[in-house]
């Protein structure tokens, strides 16, 4: 079945870029989604990209996918103290596409 | 447009009991996704319900059930509970039948079980 790994912790300062990391490992991966988890919250949409795209752009985030090597990026320009959150790349495939496999989270803290 | 709204948010329950979970879905959104987030397992899919029919469903014991209404709203039930299902439930809305693009989940605040 398809597993999603992510890096744990990623540390940056005010005004940096950050880029979060995921691999997968189903190729049959149709969606590859980024989501934001504040504490306390739910978990918040931020973007989506389909499998046959290698880059998708919106406002200061940029999603890159490199289908080769199952490797899936998240940069966030400029970022600042609200990004803090924990962020999760989810997978998944046409037949089972409200089936969302996540990674373990990865725990961005920006600092001044 | 109201959000995906569960109940309760917070609940405390004894080793044994059952509990009940309620979601309620976007409006004019037909499936309803279910799913577990622990410190030790991270996020884990439950199942997911579609125009009252599960669709699909994920590694999980009986103890775990669910169901949708007519009106989409649906609940889960965790019947004979232990300690390790302490966590917290989320419930994700979708229109279930994407046309073009991805079926995007709206997900909500989400449900926090402690189990004693």
């Known amino acids: 079945g398809e597993d999603v790994e992510q890096s744990l912790f990623l540390s940056v300062r005010e005004g940096d870029s950050s880029v979060i990391n995921c691999t997968y490992t189903d190729s049959s991966s149709t969606y590859l989604y980024w989501y934001k988890q504040e504490p306390g919250a739910g978990l918040q949409l931020l973007t989506y990209i389909f499998s046959n795209m290698d880059m998708k752009q919106d406002q200061r985030l940029t999603v890159l996918l490199n289908k080769k090597d199952k490797h899936l990026s998240l940069r966030i320009a400029d970022t600042q103290t609200g990004d803090s959150a924990i962020y999760f790349c989810?997978?998944?495939?046409?037949?089972?596409?409200?089936?969302?496999?996540f990674g373990a989270g990865t725990r961005l803290a920006v600092h001044p | 447009k109201a959000g995906v709204t569960q109940t309760p948010r917070y609940l405390i329950k004894t080793r044994g009991q059952q509990v009940t979970l309620s979601c309620s879905p976007i409006s004019g959104h037909r499936s309803v996704s279910w799913y577990q987030q622990t410190p030790g397992q991270g996020l884990q899919f439950l199942f997911e319900y579609f125009s009252e029919t599960q669709r699909n469903k994920g590694n999980f014991p009986g103890r775990f059930s669910g169901r949708q209404f007519s009106n989409s709203r649906s609940e889960m039930n965790v019947s004979t509970l232990e300690l390790g299902d302490s966590a917290l439930y989320l419930c994700a809305s979708s229109l279930g039948q994407p046309s073009s693009g991805a079926n995007v989940l709206t997900f909500g605040a989400g449900s926090r079980l402690t189990v004693l």
């Open positions: 989810a997978g998944a495939t046409s037949g089972g596409y409200n089936k969302l496999i």
